[in-house]
């Protein structure tokens, strides 16, 4: 420890100034601390010889505010999170209005009514699939432990040959990564005689789905949806748009198609 102590003649009072070191002989500031600290009670910071100084909230965290400002507690926006737990990484939103119309009328079903997990999307005895080119994405895992939240959402649409009989259309959608199928739900659409609208019938269809530990690297996502089967080869029929730009029913906006990934992984923390 350095002292300077400065005496004025005349005066009884003593001016003193100090730097005191801990583990250090040439101390930097007032007290300089070299090693490891513990503190058996509060820390408080921002206090005077008159008043003492602020302990902060519970949660708080202390910040620095630059050179010659003293520090000041503020609370996180974001939560702690504690190894074990699982934490969001990153979301991924497409959408997409040109839709699949190329499995309209004249367009047979493949009739193919089962997929299985790994089944390629290029492989034709598993189905005839078609892209929904907008809503693709890559992507790149780094966590071996995750998780992948998939929410697919769409406009089915069909219009019947004669709007006094009931038509259908049986279909599937399903997710692919890495052109392998890794989520899938078939579903049906009828025309329940639907005089009013001229034959034509709206639904809204949805797939959701979590994968578990995906594989490290790079992943493109895609989506496509098949015909299983028809009631009536003349049945029009589309997905994520209107059969037609000239009926007042629908357009492509309400039949629009949507997306979203969320990948999830594990905290871990690694000790230095």
Known sequence: MKRIIYCAAGLLSLCVSAQVGIGTSAPKSTLDVNGKTTLRKELRVGGTSAQVGNAGLNGQVLVSQGEGLPPAWKSLNVSFMEEGQYKLINSY?????????????GIAADNVYKNNVGDDITDVTKGKWSKIAGLENNFIIKNGRNRLTY??????????????????????CGVFRNGKLVAVRPDKIVSNNNTEKL???????TLNYTEQNVPLGAQKLEVACRKINSSNLSSQFTIGRNVSDINTVSNAFTLESVMKIDVIEYVTYKSN
Not at 94 to 105: H, K, R, V, Y
Not at 154 to 166: D, H, L, R
Not at 199 to 205: A, L, R, S, V
């Open 93 to 105: 939103l497409s959408s997409d209005q040109a839709g699949i119309t190329e499995l309209s009328n």
């Open 151 to 172: 929410q697919f959402q769409t406009g089915i649409e069909m219009k019947a040959p004669s709007a006094t009989t009931s038509q259908s259309v049986t279909f599937t």
């Open 199 to 205: 034959g034509i019938q709206d639904y809204i269809f």
